[in-house]
């Protein structure tokens, strides 16, 4: 059998180590949210840097892409080869969606025959 003393000493240990615990714990916490926070700081700090460098080449860049993109979209209209490529894409589409009404009515018959 335990004496007194003995569990006495057992709690003040037990104590003190509680207290070491939370006393790491929240020294860890603490430290971890101020490393997070100084971490995002710099990456707020160096995104932002880097998004004026790239507003700076921005307009000329815009300029040369909107020109590319209206030689391209001029020709393709009078090719009028936008005509087949959309025509695939419907077609596409069309056939997608009709093989998952296909699939949706097999499970839902399924379903009802296992029902009845």
Do not use: C, H
Not at 33 to 60: F, G, I, N, W
Not at 76 to 104: D, H, N, P, S
Request: hydrophobic share 40%.
């Amino acid at each position: 059998m335990r004496d007194s003393t003995e569990y006495v000493s057992t709690e003040k240990r037990n104590g003190q180590r509680t207290k070491l615990l939370t006393g790491l714990t929240a020294a860890g916490g603490t430290g971890a949210a101020l490393a997070l926070a100084r971490r995002s700081r710099r990456r707020k700090r160096s995104a932002a840097e880097r998004a004026q460098a790239v507003a700076k080449k921005l307009p000329d860049r815009a300029k040369e892409l909107s020109d590319q993109w209206a030689k391209d979209l001029s020709s393709k209209v009078e090719e009028q080869e936008w005509r087949l490529w959309g025509l695939a894409a419907l077609v596409l589409t069309w056939f997608l969606v009709r093989m998952a009404e296909v699939r949706q009515l097999r499970k839902m018959n399924r379903i009802l025959i296992s029902r009845a």
